[in-house]
């Protein structure tokens, strides 16, 4: 069984949580690259308590980094069998922190960066009681190798609102994975929105930040509107 999964936290702003927002990272990176987003997102939510968690293994490539699973770009199903063997260990950190705060299923929110966002859509589509929300940044939605979209279809449990956001001039995951994802997500039922951060590589800008935020609170409170 793969360790179990730890990171840094941050408390609501005010009050006791009444929602759990859940950063996952890129390849090569951790936990502390990603939770410094929870400062700038207690403006839009203040009743939130945010984790992110260090992936469960070290990376070859970044020492000093973590990965949710291993990436050689050498075979090409790799993606997918690497987001079938994370998930279990994923689900239990999820289901471990929302007993933390006493939290039904319902107000978890998972926000994930490249590899991380391949994690979230992977496990959040999954989730017997939907999510609150996805946010994916710069990343894929990795589907099953040789099926049908039926059968791809048939996978999903959930169909969370998602917001999907890429950097028009990212080098590492090519702008045209957020429309592949879009819309595959989009024929499959699933709510999704998405913003192009004009100029910007394989990373989140303020108005990538501020566009995330803003969803999340809108999904929180119940309402929604057009990006």
């Not at 293994?57 to 079938?84: H, I, K, M, S």
């Not at 929105?193 to 394989?202: D, F, R, Y």
Request: net charge neutral; charged share 20%; hydrophobic share 45%.
């Amino acid at each position: 069984m793969a360790a179990e999964l730890d990171g840094p936290r941050l408390a609501p702003r005010s009050g006791p949580a009444r929602q759990l927002v859940v950063f996952l990272h890129g390849y090569g990176a951790d936990g502390n690259d990603l939770i410094e987003i929870s400062r700038v997102w207690q403006q839009y939510l203040p009743q939130a308590a945010f984790v992110s968690p260090h992936g469960p293994e070290p990376c070859a490539e970044a020492p000093a980094g973590r990965q949710w699973f291993a990436l050689t770009l050498r075979d090409p199903n790799e993606r997918w069998l690497g987001v079938n063997k994370a998930a279990p260990v994923l689900e239990r950190f999820l289901d471990a922190e929302l007993a933390r705060h006493k939290l039904p299923p319902s107000a978890l929110a998972l926000v994930g960066f490249s590899q991380g966002t391949m994690m979230a859509l992977h496990v959040g589509l999954r989730r017997a009681v939907p999510p609150a929300a996805i946010v994916g940044y710069s990343g894929v939605l990795v589907a099953p190798p040789d099926v049908t979209a039926e059968a791809f279809a048939a996978q999903i449990k959930s169909r969370p609102p998602v917001l999907l956001v890429h950097g028009d001039r990212d080098e590492r995951i090519p702008p045209q994975a957020l429309f592949q994802g879009a819309q595959g997500l989009a024929a499959m039922g699933v709510p999704v929105e998405w913003h192009l951060s004009a100029g910007i590589g394989h990373g989140i800008d303020a108005e990538g930040l501020r566009h995330g935020g803003e969803f999340l609170a809108r999904q929180g409170s119940g309402s929604r509107s057009e990006l």
